[in-house]
């Protein structure tokens, strides 16, 4: 049959749809350009928001028809699983999905998941309803993963899981690996750093998604002083709000966000300060999540939030108007921030983030900075800073895949534009 892949969601589905896609060609499937020359569809789902599921489920029963087979995968809610059984649409169920050798969409920047599933059970959360309980994937199986990932000329590597701090393997007494057979009782998520970031070869690593309860101070100083690690955090903070955070069951406290990001930026300060004549720009970058109209949040509340989001400086915010999720505990309180006030909320995270980020942008005006080309055009090649920053730089004789200096010219708020430098 002629396969074809529709992924929604985080990275960890993108990822996911990669090992997907090995296991369909292993069966003898072929891969479609589109879904119209497809007989074999695959709807890799999302479940964190209500409206996003009614419309992948609509896309699935109008592709359902006697010529094609559907199957639908990834984090569905069990009362989506029913409407699907209903329509008889058949379910994907991942076995040993970790060995599974992922068929991957980029040649320069690869996803490993690390581990799976959550034991956290914030309130309004979908994902342990949808993934289940917490599975680390053994060291041994991701080292030699990314071992091969950088042989085959791979740039950068992102470790995925829902919360990766808490990453927690048996040590194996058998690995050929001396770092690995020496680490005693388990590795954690740190010495997990530690053993990539001691593997050859010049590569940037992050990771996503962390935990604020789970940013130990043993982590932060390993994020600093693991070089290969990127200055850029993903650390989410969902509200800014002590009261709603509690109803959120974050176990965290603003106090406490707060000071997770000045020590981090310390840790930064002190193993990253670079020499005189090192003329490369790199400050911390933090991006966050933040959702907006969580059942009872007042205004008061909300504005909590935004002062957080000014205190912080954040370089980019992944915002979210609350969505109710059937079997969470949140689903259980009333929903009663209107939908016009939570847009009217996320359209002023969105009006400040704005502002914030573009003078945050103005400072790299004037720097040099390292960029991975990701796109090229005919005009222009587009590529990221170690900081997760988007830049556009004249094309030239760009290719995917080469890291290249540039010098920044010009910053919009979501974007930087740049002259390629020669090294
Ligand atoms: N494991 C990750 C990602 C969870 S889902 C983490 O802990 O951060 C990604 C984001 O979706 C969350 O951070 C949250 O901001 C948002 N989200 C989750 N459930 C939601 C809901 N019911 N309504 C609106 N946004 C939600
Ligand atoms: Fe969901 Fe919370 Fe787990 Fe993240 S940590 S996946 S938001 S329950
Ligand atoms: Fe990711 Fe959505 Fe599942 S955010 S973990 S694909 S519910």
New binding site residues.
């Given amino acids: 049959m002629k396969y074809f892949i529709i992924t929604y969601g ?1 990275q960890m589905n993108r990822s996911d749809s990669e090992r997907i896609a090995t296991r369909l060609q292993e069966m003898g499937h072929k891969p479609a350009k589109n879904t119209a020359s497809a007989n074999l569809i695959v709807v890799n789902l999302c479940s ?2 209500e409206s996003a599921v009614h419309r992948a489920l609509d896309q699935i029963y109008k592709l359902n028809n006697k010529t094609r087979k559907i199957i639908a995968a990834g984090c569905i809610l069990p009362s989506d699983r029913k409407k699907l059984a209903a329509k008889n649409i058949a379910v994907w169920h991942p076995d040993d999905y970790f060995s599974q050798n992922p068929l991957r969409e980029s040649k320069f920047s690869a996803f490993v998941p690390i581990m799976t599933g ?1 034991n956290n059970f ?1 309130s ?4 342990p309803y949808t993934r289940g309980r917490e599975k680390s994937r053994p060291a041994k199986e991701i080292v030699a993963e990314i071992k091969k990932l950088l042989k085959n000329g791979i740039k950068e590597i992102i470790l995925l899981g ?2 990766v701090n808490s990453y927690r393997a048996e040590r194996d007494t058998n690995s050929s690996s001396e770092a690995l057979a020496k680490a005693d009782g388990f590795i954690n998520f740190p010495r997990l750093l530690e053993l990539i970031n001691g593997l050859p070869g010049d590569f940037r690593l992050s990771f996503i ?1 962390s ?1 604020p309860k789970d940013m130990s101070d043993k982590l932060i100083e390993a994020m600093a002083k693991c070089k290969k690690i990127i200055p850029y955090l993903h650390l ?1 903070v ?1 509200s800014g709000d002590d009261k709603i955070l509690r109803a959120m069951n974050r176990h965290y406290s603003v106090a406490h966000y707060k000071n997770l990001i000045k020590k981090i930026h310390s840790s930064f300060a002190r193993h990253r300060r670079v020499s005189k004549d090192k003329l490369l720009f790199s400050p911390l970058a933090i991006s966050t ?3 907006v109209g969580f059942p009872g949040e007042t205004a008061g509340q909300f504005k909590n939030t935004l002062k957080l989001i000014k205190d912080i400086d954040f370089d980019m915010i ?1 915002f ?6 059937s079997g969470t505990l949140a689903a259980k309180l009333k929903d009663n921030v209107s939908p016009k006030e939570k847009r009217r909320r996320a359209q002023a995270i969105n009006t400040l983030l704005k502002k914030q980020a573009l003078e945050l942008n103005k400072k790299y005006i004037g720097q040099e900075v390292e960029i991975l080309v990701e796109k090229v055009d005919e005009n222009w090649a587009r590529g990221k800073t170690t900081t997760n920053k988007e830049v556009q730089i004249p094309r030239k004789k760009l290719k995917i895949g080469q890291i290249v200096s540039a010098k920044i010219t010009d910053a919009a708020a979501w974007h930087l534009k740049g002259l390629e430098k020669p090294r």
């Fill in positions: 985080c964190v928001r959550c914030c309004y959360c979908a994902v829902q919360n998604t935990h989410p969902q999540d933040i959702i992944y979210a108007r609350y969505s109710p999720r």
